[in-house]
């Protein structure tokens, strides 16, 4: 999972613009000055601005802390380096920094703030990364906001040592705290780059889909945010579990983690530890990186009071109005046709046995019926599964509140227009970081797609003169935005196959529970 979702970072992390001078009059921050880089058309960027200490030695594996307050003007010029992963060419377990785009011309300007979450399966990706690019969105007055945040056993492991030492009694869920800092700190300092800290936009796309997510349903983030934004919503059978039980599709959280790391320290040798923490806290981020292990939310009463689904489902989350969706084909990035199933009996056979006594009402959506469909029924199940199942969950939750809802459905593939529009290809269109050569018609895409964000993260409705009427979305209708070379409408997109999903779902929790 780690592999297919990476994003692999270039050696040479460029920008859209080039720079031209430091800017001469500093910011002030809560813990000190900062001044940018000013580059074309009068926007200015601040690259690798810290929002919280780094979580090394003692911090490993702790909410994060206050950043150490500096003197004299610090130069944000530079990007932070990424958080532990397989690729990066720079990256750290030091690597809690933001970036800062803006063309505000005063601190007075009070212009909408988004606020971007990388995705990469909470496992890879980085800010640096040429295709978020927050150039475009500063071009069009928004504050845009880039944030690192830990991943991998770093970010989401929980371990029962590690919730008996937490005053809560919880471990995990570190890379959502991070976000939560991250927010604090744009309420705290973010008006100093003429943004507004009352018209706050959250939004990320898979890992930072699933990021959106777990903010919406945290009471810790209630108020630091006034929109959400969620791209193709990372939310899996096995990527949300419970910190101390099994929940009928993982077993708990500490019990994950407290496999990983056992399995780790007996591969290492040490075996007669006298302080297990001091231990673990001792161990390399090779040693970390090379564990067996997969991430997940814990919903560990305290990020996450219950399940995000229980939450979702009794109103209990925040209320913010909402814009989300899928591409039409999510499925292809993970699913190819010499991996896939050989034989239909291959298919059937193992998914029954996946899918067990609480998930025969999937067979007549996902199991196909000539080997010439094989292929794209495994594509659509991929989609659903991951995507557009949590996808629907928050946008039904959120529609019924006042909330203004709103879904889209994205069809545009930048290497095939004949294709459907795989896992993360809306990103370069959202961001205006298309390649050079790409057609016009790909422009036009892309300014409409990004015109539509930030009308919403001004105003909380994409809807303004110029563009394409965008229906508003219930449960009922499940009205929603076709977005590609032309611009439709479409109502209740895959209901039948997200239906019996949901029973699935819904059931297997509930058995796990009695």
Not at 7 to 15: E, G, T
Not at 110 to 120: A, D, F, R, S
Not at 457 to 483: C, F, S, V
Request: hydrophobic letters at 40%; charged letters at 20%.
């Amino acid at each position: 999972m780690k592999n297919l979702l990476a994003i692999v970072l270039s050696a040479a992390l460029v920008l859209v613009a080039t720079p031209s001078l430091a800017v001469d009059d500093p910011v002030e921050l809560t813990y000190g000055q900062v001044s940018g880089v000013e580059l074309e058309n009068g926007v200015t960027v601040f690259r690798g601005i810290p929002f919280a200490a780094p979580p090394v030695g003692d911090l490993r594996w702790r909410p994060p802390q206050p950043p150490t307050p500096w003197q004299g003007v610090r130069t944000a010029d530079t990007f932070g380096p990424a958080c532990v992963q397989g690729r990066a060419q720079l990256m750290s377990e030091d690597c809690l920094y933001l970036n800062v785009w803006t063309k505000a011309d005063s601190a007075d300007a009070n212009l909408p703030v988004m606020v971007w979450i990388h995705g990469g399966g909470w496992s890879s990706g980085a800010t640096a990364s040429s295709t978020y690019d927050g150039f475009g969105f500063a071009e069009k007055n928004v504050v845009l906001v880039s944030v690192n945040y830990r991943m991998n056993a770093f970010g989401f492991m929980a371990h029962p040592a590690l919730s008996a030492e937490s005053a809560r009694g919880v471990s995990g869920n570190y890379g959502i705290l991070d976000h939560v800092a991250a927010l604090e700190w744009v309420r705290d300092n973010v008006s100093g780059f003429g943004g507004d800290p009352g018209n706050v936009t959250i939004f990320g796309e898979s890992a930072g889909g699933a990021s959106i997510y777990a903010l919406l349903a945290t009471p810790l983030a209630k108020g630091l945010f006034h929109r959400a934004i969620s791209e193709s919503t990372w939310i899996t059978p096995t990527n949300v579990a419970h910190l101390t039980r099994p929940n009928g599709f993982s077993d708990s959280a500490e019990e994950r983690g407290r496999r990983a790391i056992a399995d780790k320290l007996a591969e290492l040798g040490d075996t007669t530890h006298d302080d297990l923490l001091e231990a673990m806290r001792a161990m390399t981020a090779d040693d970390l990186m090379d564990m067996r292990f997969s991430v997940s939310l814990a919903e560990d009463g305290w990020v996450l009071p219950t399940s995000p689904a229980e939450i979702f489902r009794a109103g209990a989350h925040n209320v913010v109005p909402l814009l989300a969706g899928v591409n039409n084909g999510e499925g292809l990035m993970f699913v190819r046709p010499e991996r896939t199933f050989a034989t239909l009996d291959e298919q059937k056979q193992a998914r029954l046995a996946e899918w067990g006594e609480h998930g025969r009402g999937l067979a007549d959506h996902y199991l196909a019926t000539t080997g010439a469909a094989l292929y794209a029924s495994e594509v659509d199940y991929n989609t659903d599964l991951w995507f557009a199942r949590p996808n629907r969950e928050i946008l039904n939750a959120m529609s019924k509140t006042q909330a203004n809802t709103f879904m889209y459905l994205f069809t545009r593939n930048l290497r095939d227009p004949s294709e459907r529009a795989p896992h993360a290809m809306e990103l370069r269109y959202v961001f205006q970081t298309l390649p050079d050569d790409a057609s016009e018609a790909d422009r036009r895409v892309s300014d409409q797609i990004s015109d539509y964000w930030v009308a919403f993260a001004t105003n909380g409705n994409p809807n303004r003169d110029g563009l394409p009427a965008w229906p508003g979305y219930d449960a009922e209708l499940q009205a929603h935005q076709i977005i590609g070379a032309e611009v439709t409408q479409g109502t209740g997109f895959r209901r039948a196959e997200l239906d019996a999903m949901d029973r699935y779902f819904a059931e297997t929790y509930a058995g796990a529970k009695r």
